[in-house]
């Protein structure tokens, strides 16, 4: 499982419970600190290879020993482009839109994105970034 071929909205079954992906991992200057390298949140976000979060659909028991297994695909958007789509890319109102479309996404991020469709610009990222 990677960035490129795990997708919004993607529900799997681990064990009894059922989660579903929800956005990519937003990587913070604490990872600076962690590792002891100064741009570490940094690089991680300008690689792609930022990970991502779930939420809990059908709790239940887990067991490492317990396969993930893809019970569903609801979207287009994998990890990476969303990452790409908030990070990379200048403002592109057709993109925000395609990730608002994709099913399963936070309400945190469907929230970042329909702030930059109305302003028409892009936060500040460089206090998640740097911690300053």
């Not at 395609?98 to 991020?109: K, N």
Request: hydrophobic residues 40%.
């Amino acid at each position: 499982m990677t960035e490129h071929n795990v997708f919004i909205g993607d529900i799997y079954r681990w064990g009894e419970t059922l989660i579903q992906v929800t956005q990519p991992r937003s990587p913070c200057f604490k990872l600076n600190f962690h590792f002891a390298i100064s741009d570490m949140a940094s690089l991680m976000q300008n690689s792609g290879k930022v990970g991502w979060l779930y939420r809990v659909i059908v709790p239940g028991k887990v067991s490492t020993d317990a396969p993930l297994e893809l019970v569903s695909r609801l979207s287009d958007v994998s990890v990476y482009d969303a990452a790409a789509i908030a990070w990379h890319l200048p403002f592109d109102d057709d993109q925000y839109h395609r990730l608002l479309s994709a099913a399963g996404l936070s309400v945190s991020w469907s929230r970042t994105m329909q702030k930059r469709r109305l302003s028409g610009k892009i936060e500040d990222n460089s206090r998640r970034l740097w911690g300053k």
